[in-house]
């Protein structure tokens, strides 16, 4: 089991950057694949980004591809969500997750945190 807790949303104008941490507990981080969902007002939980264990090939919803990114930091126990060029349909409550399992890359994991507000508006 993991324990995840995300930090770093805010409101910011349209253009802005801002980056995301999801800190997890246990020194066994490096084993799971984590992953970055959003879930806009009214709408459908979206599965945004993923990255393994050895950060090869990560998974990038085609939306975002172009202006997020994601990354982790092992020895600190906490995955990134880099993201530019904000839009005002960014706009969403950002999770992360994690999973030891090899269906990462389509989505599927096991353990949420409780999730972060970000407001990109004018």
């Known amino acids: 089991q993991v324990q995840l807790v995300e930090s770093g949303g805010g409101l910011v104008q349209p253009g802005d950057s801002l980056r995301l941490s999801c800190a997890a507990s246990g020194r066994t981080f490096s084993d799971y694949a984590m992953g970055w969902f959003r879930q806009a007002p009214g709408k459908e939980r979206e599965y945004i980004a993923g990255?393994?264990?050895?950060?090869?090939?990560?998974y990038y919803l085609d939306s975002v591809k172009a202006r997020f990114t994601i990354s982790r930091d092992n020895a600190k126990n906490t995955v990134y969500l880099q993201m530019n060029s904000l839009k005002p349909e960014d706009t969403a409550v950002y999770y992360c997750a994690a999973t030891l399992a090899s269906s990462w890359y389509g989505g599927v994991y096991d353990y949420w945190g409780q999730g972060t507000q970000v407001i990109v508006s004018s």
């Open positions: 990255i393994s264990w050895s950060q090869d090939m990560p």
